[in-house]
């Protein structure tokens, strides 16, 4: 096992889908922050004065790693910060599970509409746990810039 989770093609093959599925998660909620913002208003986890701020920066946070990521810049860090954000959505989707709240999860905006669910929770854990392995070896190939040899200032 450790063996396919050291291999470069493999590690090459998550890095692109992790920030290919994070760059479509952004474009919809930079593009329409409206429709964002009323899917996390529907989580009823925070105050409504603070739901712009998360729905105004969150994508572009996934826009960003998610690009990084695609281009090999700072995988382990990308991976690591979008493996955060995974985590935090996850414990969301939970929480309003056990409330028994039948809503949008609002991943991709309002294109591609799903509702939260234990589909939902274990799709996060693959991801989950995608980004953990690329946090935890990285991935250089076809990276612009190389993890292994740091530049000197």
Known sequence: ???????????????????????????????????????IANYKLLPVE????????????ELTSGLLLLLGIAV?????ILTFLLIVFTIAVIISLFRGLNIDCGCFGTIYGEQIGL????????????????????SNLLALVSDTHPQKL
């Open 76 to 80: 382990k860090e990308n991976s690591a």
């Open 50 to 61: 603070l739901i712009n701020i998360p729905a105004i920066i969150l994508p572009w946070i």
């Open 1 to 39: 096992m450790v063996k396919i989770l050291s291999n470069k093609y493999f590690l090459l093959l998550l890095r692109i889908v992790l920030g290919l599925i994070f760059i479509f998660a952004a474009i919809e909620k930079i593009a329409v922050p409206k429709s964002f913002s009323v899917s």
């Open 119 to 138: 589909l939902k929770v274990c799709e996060n854990i693959l991801l989950i746990i995608i980004g953990f392995i690329l946090a935890t070896w990285g």
